[in-house]
């Protein structure tokens, strides 16, 4: 495991305790964090973390080189001593991994050189500004030998995932439910973001449009009408629009429609019937086909994870 100050603690226990709970019977993994130095680094609200070996003199085999993600990532990665001792650590390693926007530190190493990826939804950009292929929705992505997970608690998901593959499926549920996880999520990082997540547009009379579907997603908003608002023919409006915002102008109206409609589910008690109307959805039933589509689950489903934690 590989640390460095400013790293988000759960990123490294999350995956530490699923390794430690597989040795409970008989030992199968052996963690040891490392840093530049070998000495301690600040966490998550300053917390201190010991290392036990240095990244510069480490020269025995490693099966898995696990990098962390927080707040700290720009800085190690570019620190090229630290993507140095990643990179000659990697040729011996059986399989590298990064946790968060630890992924984006094996960017910089170029370890994810023509693979795909993911890291936090919220730093997946960090990642396609490093020409990597990225994953957006991907709760965590293994291309080869290299392994990638979306933000913070998604370690535990990749770390389940490894012990999955290298001591099957039974050992992976129980230590799921000792930690009291799934062992496999629904749906995917969209229904965290519900933002939608698209291209930054620079042209001014997109944005304006963009803006306004947000404002009132229960408009009418056919090709015919945003080419119209964008002052454009609608034949060049469709390649513009695609080619700024990287979604055609119909996947983006659903996509501010499903983000109005989460909004109210984890608001309101309002019926499915009124949200699919207040969101621009003409039904409950049309309104569930999108959201299966754009975030992996159905309105009931997100109403349960995101409306209250259940205490009352």
Same mark, same amino acid.
């Given at each position: ?93 059986? *399989? ?77 549920? *129980? ?21 939608? *997540? ?44 695609? *080619? ?69």
């Amino acid at each position: 495991m590989v640390g460095y100050d400013r790293t988000a603690l759960l990123d490294l226990a999350g995956p530490v305790e699923v390794f430690q709970a597989a040795n409970y019977g008989e030992p199968r993994y052996e963690v040891t964090v490392a840093t530049l130095g070998g000495g301690p680094f600040t966490a998550t609200a300053g917390v201190r973390v010991e290392a036990g070996a240095d990244l510069r003199t480490l020269d025995r085999p490693i099966d898995t080189l696990l990098v962390v993600g927080g707040w700290g990532y720009d800085d190690a990665a570019a620190d090229p001593v630290l993507t140095t001792n990643l990179r000659r650590l990697a040729s011996r390693s059986r *399989r590298v991994a990064g946790v968060c926007t630890g992924a984006v530190v094996l960017a910089s190493a170029g370890l994810l050189d023509g693979k795909k990826a993911t890291t936090h939804w919220a730093f997946t950009g960090e990642l396609e500004n490093r020409g990597v292929e990225v994953e957006p929705d991907a709760i965590f992505v293994c291309d080869g030998q290299v392994s990638t997970s979306a933000g913070v608690t998604a370690g535990i998901d990749l770390a389940l995932a490894m012990v999955e593959q290298d001591h099957g499926p039974a050992l992976a549920r *129980r230590i799921a439910q000792y930690l009291v996880v799934f062992l496999q999520r629904s749906g995917g990082q969209s229904q965290f973001s519900v933002h939608t *997540r698209s291209k930054p547009v620079s042209d001014g009379s997109l944005r304006a449009l963009l803006d306004d579907i947000h404002a009132d997603p229960t408009r009418e908003w056919t090709v015919p009408v945003m080419a119209r608002k964008a002052m454009m023919s609608v034949r060049h409006f469709a390649r513009v629009f695609s *080619r700024n915002v990287g979604v055609s102008p119909a996947q983006y109206v659903e996509r501010a429609r499903v983000e109005a409609a989460a909004d109210r589910l984890a608001s309101t008690a309002d019926p499915l019937d009124l949200v699919a109307r207040q969101s621009g959805f003409g039904s409950a039933e049309t309104l569930r086909r999108a959201f299966l589509r754009v975030l992996g689950v159905s309105p009931g489903s997100y109403r349960a994870r995101f409306r209250t934690t259940g205490v009352a």
